[in-house]
């Protein structure tokens, strides 16, 4: 939805901790004050944060909070209380006084003090786009000439609605240039996607179409700060990686490989490179782990100039590769059903295929039916197959097994971040195979619908050992 890209943040949308440019954000000798008071409040404190800078506030007994900082220069920053999350423009020597409801935040939120005006505006204009709010699945299924007008005069309502608004105010210049930047790239985001999701788009004349990107620029580091430039800078590659190859029957690593390739080609800011490339390569690992990345890594090792963000990365793939590189398999402690303590040394002189999950992950689910079965057909061979959850609770675990009748080698993780960071397990469902002797043979395993039958025909019959 258009709100999406305004005011309020989806409460389970994780914040973009990569930034490019540091600020430093002292709390001594503060020159910039918050406070607010919230009803019904969900929970007992309040973050206040933007990219690496994070502050927590807790709430009095009258549900009001206090933010006493020393900021260096103006910006968006984002205020969560555990409920809701929306953004707030601060600038030095604000003494801004925020309140409202946590049942009903959009209709109910007021802003009084030094730096309300911006803040007042930000909010005015995120009511303005409910009225005008399409779901994005409808929006992108127009007819391209339906879509173009109903963007473009969208662009124009809430240009009109800035010139009036701001016309009236004494506006921070940072703050006003950063939303006529925030109104454009919003509009080129919109219209970037709709070549990327349109079933029809093969009817489009894109020559035409893209004439708008003649007035814009995919290398302003400037605007890195700006949610929706880098919403477009995502789009925008998105599109020309999809021109360049086909990524339909593409695997992932594959289609992260071309749009990494089509940063190199279309992008001349360093920065800007720098930022893309880190964005991709990071988000894929977050999602698909390290399986199949050497290729991404050496792009990114070769491309990437900011020494920063590439030790972010590279750093922790370093420690994957020698975690692979090592022969004996790391220590994991579990226990079943009963509480019993288990470890790898449990099933010494078997083979072990443990599949990592938990009851809440839909695709781990999917895979179980898969496991069992191979676990079924192998069960006369030297292979031990484990199931070990990382559920936090130990109730929701028995009862999704009793509820599926699921039995053997069920465990639960005993302590379930330590294991995970040992293992570099970024995505569930994930295999692993150790091999006989203890050894870790494969730390990144097929999953059990799509491994191949050779290695566990390999394996000796339990009647021979």
Known sequence: MFAAFLLFLGCKQKPNTSKLKKHIYSLDKPNTTITGKITNAAGKFVVLSQNTFIDTAYLDNHNKFVFNLNLPLAGYFQLNDGKNRFKIFL???????????????????????????????????????????????HLYQMPVKEFRHFVDSLFVIEKMFYNEFVGKKDFAEVFKQTELAL??????????????????????????????????????????????????????????????????????????????????????????????????????????????????FENFGNECKNEELRQQL???????VQLTQKQKA???????????????????????????????????????????KLKERYKHKNVVFVSLSVDKKKDDWIEYLTLKGL???????????????????????????????????????????????????????????
């Open 314 to 320: 590279l750093t922790p793939h370093n420690e994957y």
């Open 91 to 137: 600038s030095p020597n604000y003494n801004l006084l925020a309140s409202y409801n946590s049942n009903n935040v959009f209709g109910s939120i007021k802003f009084s003090g030094k730096g309300s005006d911006a803040n007042i505006y930000m909010k005015e204009k995120y009511l303005l786009m409910l009225e005008n709010d399409i779901p994005l699945t």
């Open 183 to 296: 109104l454009k790239y919003d509009r080129a985001t919109k219209l970037m996607e709709y070549l990327n999701t349109n079933t029809e788009t093969y009817k489009i004349n894109t020559t035409k179409y893209l004439k708008f990107l003649n007035k814009l620029s995919v290398n302003e580091s400037s605007l890195l700060d700006v949610y929706e430039y880098k919403l477009f800078l995502n789009a925008y590659i998105s599109y020309y990686a999809r021109q360049k190859t086909n990524t339909k029957n593409l695997f992932p690593f594959e289609i992260t490989l071309a749009k990494m390739q089509t940063v190199t080609q279309k992008i001349q800011n360093q920065e800007v490179k720098d930022y893309l490339l880190f964005t991709l390569l990071n988000d894929h690992v977050r999602y698909y782990g390290y399986k199949k990345t050497e290729v991404l």
């Open 407 to 465: 039995s053997g080698n069920q465990f639960l993780a005993s302590d379930i971040k330590p294991f995970l960071d040992t293992y570099m397990i970024k995505t569930i469902p994930h295999f692993i195979i150790i091999d006989n002797k203890g050894n870790l043979t494969d730390i990144n395993a097929s999953r059990p619908s799509e491994i191949g039958t050779e290695w566990f025909e390999g394996l000796p019959d339990k009647a021979s050992l």
């Open 330 to 372: 790391p220590a994991i402690e579990m226990t079943d059903v009963a509480g019993n303590k288990y470890t790898l040394s449990s099933f010494a002189g078997s083979y072990i295929y443990i599949d990592i999950w938990a009851t809440w992950c839909l695709p781990c689910r999917k895979e179980s039916p898969y496991f069992e």
